[in-house]
């Protein structure tokens, strides 16, 4: 099965900038749809965002034209660049395949507070 390894999760004031990393364990990107992922305290996980092996992407909408979701196929790595951070961001961020698989990673804590 694929493991996944989030990073670059971090404390941050609001309307600032975080990018996320993911690798996963095999080569991945190009051949599968991914997604990112998060989860809030007391909450369901929640796709938010996704991208094809075509490079196509779609967004939540309460991240559009906030967060861009982008990879590498040569690094066999997925970004999630995120801008203009606010308070409800806060979550643990994950990277699976879209549909998700059943295997997840650790996941990278995203922090937005003053």
């Known amino acids: 099965q694929v493991q996944f390894v989030e990073s670059g999760g971090a404390l941050v004031q609001p309307d600032g900038s975080l990018r996320l990393s993911c690798a996963p364990s095999?080569?991945?990107?190009?051949?599968?749809?991914m997604g990112w992922y998060r989860q809030a305290p007391g909450k369901q996980r929640e796709l938010v965002a996704r991208i094809t092996s075509d490079g196509v992407t779609n967004y939540v909408d309460s991240v559009k034209g906030r967060f861009t979701i982008s990879r590498d196929n040569a690094k066999n790595t997925m970004y999630l660049q995120m801008n203009r951070l606010k308070p409800e961001d806060t979550a643990v961020y994950y990277c699976n395949t879209y549909p998700y698989g059943s295997n997840w990673g650790q996941g990278t804590q995203v922090t937005v507070s003053s």
């Open positions: 095999r080569r991945t990107l190009s051949i599968y749809s």
